[in-house]
């Protein structure tokens, strides 16, 4: 397997990240346990996760499978903080105040004395980037984060960011995990140029299109009800993002797929994965049968050919569906 690096860092990464937001619900704990084992086995060296998922229950699930593989030291773990996590004005946000309660919460559900990749999971409109900066560079400074990164930011924001770092002489961000896929490229327009030019590693996350481009809905038909959108009750953020123009994507890649003898999602992320500037797809599997047939692309290459039959699909920059949908500072909406 190709490892990469993460970042400008030199820590090398599997070429896929297994995501655990669905550790805890739909996924029950045996069966996520079963596929953090599964995935190392193959030789993935990299879990995301994030305080809010399933409100901490990610983290311990995370947690309790390197304790009880013992393989803690081998994992590169990232987890993020941003989201709610009580009822108190202050249990949310990108203040100092929140940031290091958080680490520590986490820190105990994690059950560990570090977390090697610790994010902003959004941005802040109004909170100055010097308070967040200096906060998780304290924690750097104390040993319990080896390196900061954001999730989902504008590219303006992530250049501010590393500015003020060099400006104040504080940890800066190695990494930004935006939302990525063949549907919504437009993170080729400025972020992919930045990363590359600066030396950021990039963390897509729904690589796979929220299972649009797996093939789970199709023109005229309602949503299963094991799907994301289904279990949203049809309406929301995940269900505005499956538009029709979309699902022709899918339709037609998962023809190129067949010719291919891959399944529709294996080509969706292969693609992903092999895109310039890009380090590791973040792939969220809620079955073990989904991430077996995700991990068979950590030994495979997009050829160019596949490349430019994508390209005309949805042209580089572009896009047909709307992951941007849960970012406030987005204005610009598909459809």
Same mark, same amino acid.
């Given at each position: 397997?190709?490892?990469?690096?993460?970042?400008?860092?030199?820590?090398?990464?599997? *070429?896929?990240?297994?995501?655990?937001?669905?550790?805890?619900?739909?996924?029950?704990?045996?069966?996520?346990?079963?596929?953090?084992?599964? %995935?190392?086995?193959?030789?993935?060296?990299?879990?995301?996760?994030?305080?809010?998922?399933?409100?901490?229950?990610?983290? &311990?699930?995370?947690?309790?499978?390197?304790?009880?593989?013992?393989?803690?030291?081998?994992?590169?773990?990232?987890? &993020?903080?941003?989201?709610?996590?009580?009822?108190?004005?202050?249990?949310?946000?990108?203040?100092?105040?929140?940031?290091?309660?958080?680490?520590?919460?986490?820190?105990?559900?994690?059950?560990?004395?570090?977390?090697?990749?610790?994010?902003?999971?959004?941005?802040?409109?109004?909170?100055?980037?010097?308070?967040?900066?200096? %906060?998780?560079?304290?924690?750097?400074?104390?040993? &319990?984060?080896?390196?900061?990164?954001?999730?989902?930011? *504008?590219?303006?924001?992530?250049?501010?960011?590393?500015?003020?770092?060099?400006?104040?002489?504080?940890?800066?961000?190695?990494?930004?995990?935006?939302?990525?896929?063949?549907?919504?490229?437009?993170?080729?327009?400025?972020?992919?140029?930045?990363?590359? &030019?600066?030396?950021?590693?990039?963390?897509?996350?729904?690589?796979?299109?929220?299972?649009?481009? %797996?093939?789970?809905?199709?023109?005229?038909?309602?949503?299963?009800?094991?799907?994301?959108?289904?279990?949203?009750?049809?309406?929301?953020?995940?269900?505005?993002?499956?538009? *029709?123009?979309?699902?022709?994507?899918?339709?037609?890649?998962?023809?190129?797929?067949?010719?291919?003898?891959?399944?529709?999602?294996?080509?969706?992320?292969?693609?992903?994965?092999?895109?310039?500037?890009?380090?590791?797809?973040?792939?969220?599997?809620?079955?073990?049968?989904?991430?077996?047939?995700?991990?068979?692309?950590?030994?495979?290459?997009?050829?160019?050919?596949?490349?430019?039959?994508?390209?005309?699909?949805?042209?580089?920059?572009? %896009?047909?569906?709307?992951?941007?949908?849960?970012?406030?500072?987005?204005?610009?909406?598909?459809?």
């Amino acid at each position: 397997m190709e490892y990469r690096s993460l970042g400008r860092t030199g820590v090398m990464v599997s *070429p896929l990240c297994l995501g655990a937001m669905n550790f805890g619900s739909p996924t029950s704990e045996p069966d996520s346990l079963q596929m953090v084992n599964r %995935a190392l086995d193959a030789g993935i060296n990299f879990i995301d996760t994030a305080n809010v998922y399933n409100q901490g229950e990610s983290e &311990k699930i995370v947690g309790r499978a390197l304790q009880q593989n013992g393989k803690r030291d081998q994992v590169v773990l990232a987890t &993020k903080v941003h989201g709610k996590m009580g009822d108190g004005p202050n249990d949310q946000g990108t203040s100092r105040y929140h940031i290091i309660k958080a680490c520590e919460d986490s820190l105990r559900r994690l059950q560990t004395d570090h977390i090697d990749l610790y994010q902003l999971h959004r941005p802040s409109p109004t909170i100055p980037q010097d308070e967040t900066l200096r %906060a998780f560079d304290d924690l750097v400074r104390s040993g &319990k984060v080896r390196y900061i990164g954001c999730s989902t930011h *504008p590219a303006w924001m992530v250049m501010e960011a590393l500015a003020t770092s060099e400006r104040l002489g504080i940890a800066r961000y190695i990494s930004e995990q935006p939302p990525y896929n063949l549907v919504d490229r437009r993170i080729e327009n400025e972020l992919v140029p930045l990363a590359q &030019k600066h030396g950021l590693a990039l963390l897509p996350w729904s690589p796979l299109a929220g299972g649009i481009l %797996a093939g789970r809905y199709n023109k005229g038909e309602g949503f299963p009800d094991d799907s994301r959108a289904g279990r949203a009750g049809g309406q929301g953020m995940f269900v505005d993002r499956i538009s *029709p123009a979309a699902v022709e994507v899918a339709r037609k890649l998962a023809e190129r797929a067949q010719e291919r003898e891959l399944t529709s999602s294996q080509l969706a992320l292969l693609w992903c994965k092999d895109q310039p500037g890009i380090t590791a797809p973040i792939i969220g599997p809620r079955t073990m049968d989904h991430l077996e047939d995700q991990l068979k692309v950590l030994e495979l290459t997009l050829s160019e050919e596949d490349r430019a039959f994508c390209d005309t699909l949805v042209h580089p920059g572009n %896009a047909v569906a709307d992951f941007h949908n849960s970012n406030p500072w987005m204005k610009a909406r598909i459809g």
